[in-house]
């Protein structure tokens, strides 16, 4: 028998064995809550079926849609607007978060698609706090750098873990937006901020848009 | 008098050091046992506030490194803001007018191996700096990992070209000790922050390291030993290892500033934050 094909079904069922594995552990581990979704974008971001002149977007579909359900939007502005929070409405609290969402999700899934060169994703453990905080940490293996990057989570009402916090070589996202904020909010309303986010995500889009016309036509 | 115009330039830079040091102590004592300063509201200290708001952000992994929080909002006190804004600017633009262009065209020419190759060759080259941080500050597991390391690299990793050593753990310290970080474990706080013309962000704590680094790299004592490579005279060596240095570890990175300032809102508060909360997390390592 040709041994590729007969490779080919090892890797095939070992697939999915790992796959049905994984499916029936998911639920209280903070470590496979993420690792799954992890591994499947690396998946897609390998696919050559997205390789396709064309399937920029689907791909970006397929990574936002696997990526989205692992993060609290709504824990994150709340961290990030600290103790402004208060000072929000309920609607604002709420446009806030859908914004604030939008924004990050444009720019790191971009920055995931458009510069993924072949990293790998090395998972080092877990910590725990009070039973419903949780540190998973991670290495990117680069080329000729290594990036610890940990994933602080929280287990919400319905028992799931999710992440409230980045953090990337010891700089955690949520601080980082925070000081950012904080100034904003001493010189402009809850509406004012939600705005400025509006209008970088405008930019940010329009930017997206326009370039790819460009890469098709080759 | 004869005097190097180096020498001379990294006189200055070490008595306004010194100066910026004392100026910074001598501004940072008063308000500390004073308390909650004029505008009681907004600058009230997070930790203090036993308010139910308060833990609303309250993160147990977020470890309590010695902090020179000046309120809630602001990482660090910044009252040079005005020329280090403007020195954002002009290293903003040095790095895309000039770093990132020649990075792109050297990682394009030279194949990743051989840039791998340099990387690992100046760290190599680098390690009594790190080994000096190490012993200062007593971390006696990490002095012998970067020793063990720098021998296996030197010997079986032909001169520190390859770096055999990293599939031993016991022969990878945790963290690349400088000089700042050794004056950060042993309580010296950040001081201000300073953004430098051509090496960025820094702070005074910071800028004092870079001094002591300065001296305990191997290339200024090759100077100083006045020990010539042949057709190239010691401090014409010591600038194109910089050089090739700056360039070889910008070919790695291109694309991670980018990310940083397309993320930010405010890309010169941004980074000063990420500069903070990246050393002291290195600092409590």
Excluded at chain 2, 75 to 92: K, Q, T
Excluded at chain 2, 141 to 152: D, N, S, T
Aim: net charge neutral.
């Amino acid at each position: 028998m040709n041994p590729r094909f007969f490779s080919g079904m090892v890797l095939l069922m070992t697939v999915w064995l790992v796959g049905f594995a994984s499916t029936a552990m998911a639920g209280d581990d903070p470590l496979s809550t993420i690792r799954n979704p992890i591994d499947k974008v690396i998946t897609i971001l390998n696919d050559p079926q997205y390789r396709a002149p064309g399937q920029e977007s689907r791909q970006r579909d397929a990574i936002w849609d696997t990526m989205i359900p692992l993060f609290d939007f709504m824990e994150i502005s709340q961290r990030t607007v600290a103790q402004h929070w208060n000072t929000f409405s309920k609607t604002e609290k709420s446009d806030f978060s859908d914004i604030f969402s939008r924004f990050l999700g444009n720019i790191y899934i971009d920055k995931i698609q458009g510069e993924y060169h072949d990293e790998k994703v090395q998972y080092l453990g877990q910590n725990f706090h009070e039973d419903i905080y949780a540190e998973v940490k991670t290495l990117i293996l680069r080329q000729a750098t290594q990036i610890p990057v940990n994933y602080r989570m929280l287990k919400n009402n319905a028992g799931q873990w999710r992440i409230y916090d980045i953090v990337i070589e010891g700089v955690s996202l949520v601080k980082n937006y925070r000081s950012q904020f904080a100034s904003l909010l001493q010189k402009n309303k809850p509406t004012g901020l939600i705005r400025i986010l509006h209008e970088k995500v405008a930019h940010h889009e329009t930017e997206l848009v326009n370039p790819q016309p460009e890469k098709q036509k080759k | 008098m004869r005097c190097h115009p180096v020498k001379s330039v990294l006189w200055i830079f070490f008595c306004w050091g010194l100066a910026l040091t004392c100026f910074s102590c001598a501004a940072s004592r008063p308000p500390a046992p004073s308390g909650p300063s004029s505008s009681p509201g907004a600058d009230a200290p997070v930790s203090s506030d036993p308010g139910a708001e308060s833990s609303d952000w309250y993160d147990p992994f977020d470890d309590a490194a010695p902090s020179d929080a000046v309120s809630p909002h602001t990482p660090i006190a910044d009252p040079l803001s005005g020329f280090n804004r403007a020195m954002f600017v002009f290293n903003d633009k040095l790095y895309f007018w000039v770093l990132k262009p020649v990075a792109i065209g050297y990682r394009t020419v030279m194949p990743t191996p051989v840039r791998k190759g340099i990387k690992n060759v100046i760290t190599n080259f680098m390690m009594p700096i790190r080994l000096v941080n190490c012993l200062i500050q007593g971390k006696g597991a990490a002095a012998k990992a970067e020793v063990g390391r720098f021998l296996v690299n030197t010997t079986y990793g032909i001169g520190g070209l390859f770096n055999p050593a990293q599939n031993y753990p016991a022969l990878n310290p945790p963290d690349e000790e400088d000089f700042g970080q050794t004056l950060g474990h042993y309580g010296m706080g950040n001081g201000f922050y300073i953004v430098w013309p051509f090496m960025g962000p820094s702070t005074v704590r910071d800028t004092l390291g870079a001094i002591g680094d300065w001296a305990a790299n191997p290339l200024t004592i090759i100077r100083l030993s006045n020990a010539d490579a042949g057709f190239l005279s010691e401090s014409e060596t010591a600038w194109i290892v910089r050089g090739v240095d700056t360039v070889n570890s910008a070919s790695f990175r291109i694309g991670d500033y980018e990310a940083l300032k397309e993320a930010a809102i405010d890309p010169y508060e941004a980074v000063r934050d990420a500069y903070i909360q990246h050393r002291n997390s290195r600092i409590a390592r």
